[in-house]
């Protein structure tokens, strides 16, 4: 079955350490996105893909950095420069956006 | 991207009870989205809107595009607890980017 798969489910970081977030998808989708929420927040989006080896910033990218080497996959790494990365992180891909997207079950990454 | 205004902002609703909530914004959309998110989850597409007066339904959720493409509604009849969760509206207009509400979260009274 075609989806998009986020691990790991649960992440724990230590202060100063940079840690990555997989995002894999099936879909063959072309653009795919990282969103963070907070609770009461909504969502915020961090980057976003619409082709391999490019993408674009969003709202709330400072801290973050991304790649994108292949169609299947776009790794969110949290740098030990985002002040407050405790989160729930959402992955999204879309084939076009206006059919909406398809997001992953999320990973939650506490900072201790 | 730009935020939607979605309201209400929380609601506790009593079981069996039919509830709205709503989305605006000050541009005009192409398409309107409804999601779902279940707690630890991510979201699920629940209704997609692609035409301005458009009214869809799925089970016991309606949706509605609005005539002026600015807003858009979500009805839930005969509310049941699993009904729970945070529903998300979305709009899309030109390029590869939703944009969202900030969420309606739904609690059920048994």
């Known amino acids: 079955d075609g989806g998009i798969t986020q691990s790991p489910k649960y992440l724990f970081r230590k202060e100063g350490q940079n840690v990555t977030l997989s995002c894999e998808q099936n879909l063959n989708h072309d653009a795919m996105y990282w969103y963070r929420q907070d609770p009461g927040q909504g969502l915020r989006l961090i980057y976003y893909s619409q082709i391999v080896n490019d993408f674009q910033k969003g709202d709330i990218a400072e801290g973050y950095s991304v790649s994108r080497e292949k169609k299947e996959s776009f790794p969110l790494t949290v740098t030990s420069a985002q002040k407050n990365p405790t989160a729930f992180y959402l992955c999204?891909?879309?084939?076009?956006?206006?059919?909406?997207?398809?997001f992953g079950s999320g990973t939650r990454l506490t900072v201790v | 991207g730009q935020q939607l205004n979605q309201s209400p902002q929380s609601m506790f609703i009593q079981e069996g009870e039919d509830v709205s909530m709503n989305c605006t914004s000050s541009s005009i959309f192409n398409t309107w989205l409804w999601y779902k998110q279940e707690p630890g989850e991510g979201p699920v597409l629940l209704i997609a809107?692609?035409?301005?007066?458009e009214l869809t339904s799925n089970g016991r959720l309606t949706a509605q595009f609005g005539i002026t493409r600015k807003d858009s509604f979500l009805n839930i009849s005969a509310s049941i607890p699993s009904d729970v969760g945070i529903y998300f509206c979305a709009g899309h207009s030109n390029d590869y980017k939703l944009s969202f509400g900030a969420g309606t979260t739904v609690t059920v009274r048994a």
């Open positions: 999204a891909s879309t084939g076009r956006a206006g059919d909406g997207y398809t």
């Open positions: 809107l692609y035409k301005a007066g």
